[in-house]
């Protein structure tokens, strides 16, 4: 179950990175949203 976790904090990291990555072409913002990871995607979802 532990390695699961992982892979689902590296795959959300890694969607949160894409997205901010897409919208502002900015590595500043890009590593700020892969530390809120999920909490980024669940507000891009909820804003969109």
Do not use: D, E, P, Q
């Not at 897409?22 to 530390?35: D, E, F, R, T, Y």
Request: charged share 5%; with cysteine.
């Amino acid at each position: 179950m532990g390695n699961n976790i992982k892979h689902g904090i590296s795959f959300g990291s890694a969607l949160a990175i894409c997205i901010s990555w897409s919208l502002h072409k900015s590595i500043l913002w890009a590593i700020l949203h892969g530390v809120f990871s999920w909490a980024y995607v669940v507000y891009y979802i909820v804003t969109r």
